[in-house]
Nanobody, 121 residues
């Protein structure tokens, strides 16, 4: 059974930090790129960060670059999103997505259930 399970969300004050985890099972995690998305109330889902299968390549949305760091541990079948200097506008449900691609075309993808991050004083 394929599963992506996010954890680590919660309530944090502005300027604080959180680390999200995405634990994968039921598929060959190391063959999938990992993306973190977020969706705030009333807004479209936004791609936040991407990491390649090996972890050698990462990309970030302009809104989080320099504050967030995506990483992965293929031996543990887990990806992470370290979030520092959090702002109220980072408040959203954060989703982990694992994707297998042929060029820009997604061949197969899996989603986690999401974890709520709330940044508020």
């Amino acid at each position: 059974q394929v599963q992506l399970v996010e954890s680590g969300g919660g309530l944090v004050q502005p300027g604080g930090s959180l680390r999200l985890s995405c634990a994968a099972s039921g598929f060959t995690f190391s063959r999938y790129a990992v993306n973190w998305y977020r969706q705030a109330p009333g807004k479209e889902r936004e791609l936040v960060a991407t990491i390649s299968t090996s972890g050698s390549s990462t990309n970030y949305a302009d809104s989080v670059r320099g504050r967030f760091t995506i990483s992965r541990d293929n031996a543990e079948n887990t990806a992470y999103l370290q979030m520092n200097s959090l702002k109220p506008e980072d408040t959203a449900v954060y989703y982990c997505h694992a994707g297998s691609y042929n060029g820009r075309t997604e061949i197969q993808g899996y989603w986690g259930q999401g974890t709520q991050v709330t940044v508020s004083s």
